[in-house]
């Protein structure tokens, strides 16, 4: 029974949009089509490793190419595993892939007027309406007791499905040109095509009983005879990406263990990268043949952004084939895959400095995830870390950092805390500019891992600028201005009870009044941290207000609370606090500071 069904909302969209568009890239269909026959090449071997009821292809695994002229059609068509007919409604008539995906999303926030986003993110199957006034999809599942089924539509808003006539297992795409696509009836362009886009692809590509692409794996090569072009084109090809790697690594180990693997640094963060269902990791060969498509037990999580794949015909698998046997030749082949990642950043950080910046403005908060999860590794992930300093706007890294420490300096500092802008005006930082000593300003959540892992860099210890006291810089007058100070301070501690954990007179602050600093094993932007990711509230953080004795306010409270008029110094006193807080974004007590406060405006006014 044949049955119009309407295309989902979003796949009419992009179709219009595909249609109407003058894409100029319109053979990119047929890189489309032979990498879905592909795909169901590969998902039929990986049924096949575990079940024995599907339906048997004929002949060896292959993409058969056929030009008709004088139909003005050509037909892809492959043995893999097929569609039924629920399949067909699905996966041609609603947006699958992720990629589409992403485009559809990126179609919704620019509008309808979304110039470029075809060469960017690519339409699948959808491609072929760019040249087409009809597809059929002849289709014949591999699932026990299938019944064959025609898909067919002209793009418009529906498509039709009704029985079909295949009688073996597999798909063949029918596209029938628009006339003015004609040209992809010439037999000598559609080779071109395929020689361009669909090079390694894994199964032979037929035309006219002529193989088109490759015989050998890329990563079976010599890296030394392998062009960063056949790099780029196996990348997008092998991995379904829009756009050029970042940059890739490509190794060969034989004795004592044989694997070969190409891994690749991705240009553009995945926007499900941090979603915790997201199937991430290398593809898994063995002699060539795909076994696994994500495995995720080559890389640690924090190098999740990593693409490629890795053939290690030793690798034992279990029965099921789903997951690796934990064995030695496994550990031992992540170990060193790991190594030669790290290694392979290092070397882009020092030969491609902005491309380094670019990678790691997109994956840098990823890749520091390590220094928490990776003991062993830690010496090879910190030269690949970057900072923001106070030194400029430029990313830093640890031996810049160290390189410029300045005369009396003994530590590298930091400071964390919510945003960089906050960061940059902290009044923690007054007595390190007036010193000129770099600050190291952290404003990413994963940060505060960061720093309680890596407490030394290349024996210089790292130091928190808003923990504990500054060391004394041997000034007679400030340490005088401290002493006269120190009598207020308690008083002060007296007045605030438990909101803190102490007063006293500071030695970090030039400009501002007051400043709340950490004296606990957790900063407060960590409990901040912990508060809003809800992993319960560890420790209160004790916090120590520091007073500047050399500041206005501060000298004229201390003579008021001197000469006994402590009514008119206490709310002037409790603002202390209230000022420090809001330094760092972030007031405990609101209604207090607003009565405070208006109290004060009102004083002023002469109220
Ligand atoms: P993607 O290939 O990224 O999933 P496409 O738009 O290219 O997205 O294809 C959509 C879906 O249609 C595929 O995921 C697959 O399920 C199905 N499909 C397309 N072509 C074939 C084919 N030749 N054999 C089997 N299934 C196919
Ligand atoms: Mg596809």
Same mark, same amino acid.
């Given at each position: 029974m044949a049955e119009t069904l309407p295309f989902q909302a979003e796949v009419r969209q992009l179709l219009d949009l595909v249609v109407h568009s003058l894409y100029s890239d319109r053979e990119i269909f047929l890189r489309e089509l032979i990498s879905n026959a592909s795909d169901a090449l590969d998902r039929a071997r990986l049924a096949g490793l575990t079940r024995t009821d599907l339906l048997a292809a004929e002949g060896e695994p292959h993409i058969e190419l056929e030009i008709n002229r004088d139909l003005g059609t050509l037909i892809v068509r492959d043995n893999g595993i097929g569609l039924n007919r629920e399949q067909a409604v699905e996966h041609l008539g609603t947006i699958a892939r992720s990629g589409t995906k992403a485009f559809a999303q990126a179609l919704r926030e620019k509008g309808n007027n979304a110039e470029g986003l075809i060469g960017q993110f690519g339409v699948g199957f959808y491609a072929s309406f760019m040249v087409s006034t009809k597809v059929e999809v002849h289709s014949l599942s591999g699932e026990p007791g299938a019944e064959p089924v025609l898909w067919t539509s002209d793009g418009a808003g529906e498509f039709v499905v009704e029985p079909g +006539?295949?009688?073996?297992r597999g798909t063949a795409v029918t596209v029938h040109f628009r006339s003015d696509c004609t040209e992809f009836l010439d037999s000598w362009k559609v080779k071109d095509i395929v020689k361009r886009h669909s090079r390694f692809v894994a199964y032979p590509v037929l035309l006219e009983g002529e193989k088109l692409n490759e015989d050998q794996a890329l990563w079976a090569r010599n890296p030394s005879e392998v062009t960063d072009d056949e790099y780029k084109g196996f990348y997008k090809q092998a991995f379904h990406e829009w756009q050029d790697p970042a940059g890739w690594v490509h190794f060969r180990a034989e004795a004592p263990l044989e694997y070969q693997a190409v891994l690749y640094f991705p240009q553009e963060r995945p926007?499900?990268?941090?979603?915790?269902?997201a199937k991430r990791g290398v593809a898994l060969y063995q002699r060539r043949v795909l076994?696994?498509?994500?495995?995720?037990?080559?890389?640690?999580r924090y190098l999740r952004f990593v693409r490629g794949l890795i053939d290690a015909p030793e690798v034992s698998l279990n029965v099921s084939r789903e997951i690796l046997q934990n064995t030695p030749v496994l550990r031992s082949i992540k170990n060193q895959v790991v190594k030669r990642v790290l290694r392979r950043l290092k070397e882009i950080g020092r030969e491609d400095v902005a491309g380094y910046t670019k990678f790691w403005e997109n994956f840098g908060t990823t890749l520091k995830e390590g220094v928490a999860e990776d003991k062993d590794n830690v010496d090879a992930i910190t030269p690949l870390l970057r900072f923001r300093t106070t030194a400029g706007d430029d990313w830093r890294d640890l031996a810049q950092i160290k390189a410029d420490m300045k005369d009396g300096q003994k530590e590298l500092w930091y400071l964390t805390g919510l945003d960089l802008g906050r960061l940059r005006a902290s009044p923690q930082l007054e007595a390190f500019k007036k010193k000129g000593w770099e600050v190291i300003l952290l404003s990413d959540p994963v940060d505060e891992w960061v720093v309680m892992n890596l407490t030394e860099y290349d024996g210089v210890k790292l130091q928190s600028a808003s923990r504990g006291e500054l060391d004394k810089d041997d000034d007679p007058i400030a340490e005088e201005a401290r002493k006269q100070t120190e009598p207020f301070a308690g008083w002060v501690k007296e007045l605030l009870g438990d909101a803190v954990a102490g007063v006293r007179p500071s030695r970090?602050?030039?400009? +501002?009044p007051s400043v709340l600093v950490d004296e606990g094993q957790m900063s407060s932007n960590m409990e901040r941290i912990l508060r809003a990711t809800r992993q319960g509230g560890g420790p209160k953080a004790s916090r120590v207000l520091e007073i500047n004795p050399e500041h206005v306010l501060v000298k004229r409270l201390v003579s008021l609370h001197h000469d006994g008029n402590t009514a008119d110094a206490e709310p002037l006193a409790r603002l202390l606090l209230d000022y420090a807080q809001l330094a760092e974004g972030h007031v405990e007590d609101v209604a207090g500071l607003t009565t405070r406060l208006s109290a004060l405006m009102l004083k002023a006014a002469g109220g």
């Open positions: +006539s295949r009688s073996t926007f499900d990268l941090d979603y915790p269902d076994i696994q498509e994500q495995s995720d037990q080559f890389l640690p970090r602050l030039t400009d +501002s």
